[in-house]
């Protein structure tokens, strides 16, 4: 399983854009091939970011998505951050709990 996490922080103004593109989109996500979650979340701290997690089943799953129209418009909100954009993949061998 590829676990992937994009935490993005928004000037004030631009918040709202943000969450109209970026919801339908998760949506949209949550039934694709191989996707296994996909979740929006806004901080509770840090009023002004968004993380957006998405958790797919291989690697040909999650490269699929990064050459999608989806990931590609991502990446246009991504340009309406006020500083860089932290995005990481993580590569989960195992996982458990209750």
Do not use: N
């Not at 993005?8 to 969450?19: C, K, N, T, V, W």
């Not at 509770?44 to 958790?55: K, M, Q, R, W």
């Not at 690697?59 to 246009?76: F, M």
């Amino acid at each position: 399983m590829i676990h992937s996490k994009v935490r993005i922080a928004f000037p004030g103004d631009r918040l709202s854009e943000a969450m109209a593109i970026l919801g339908p989109m998760a949506e949209r996500t949550r039934v694709e091939r191989g996707c296994l979650g996909c979740h929006l979340h806004r901080d509770a701290f840090e009023t002004d970011v968004l993380i957006l997690e998405e958790s797919w089943a291989s690697e040909a799953d999650l490269e699929r998505r990064l050459r999608s129209p989806d990931y590609r418009q991502l990446l246009l909100v991504m340009e309406l951050a006020k500083a860089p954009p932290e995005v990481s993949f993580d590569t989960v061998a195992s996982s458990s709990g209750f």
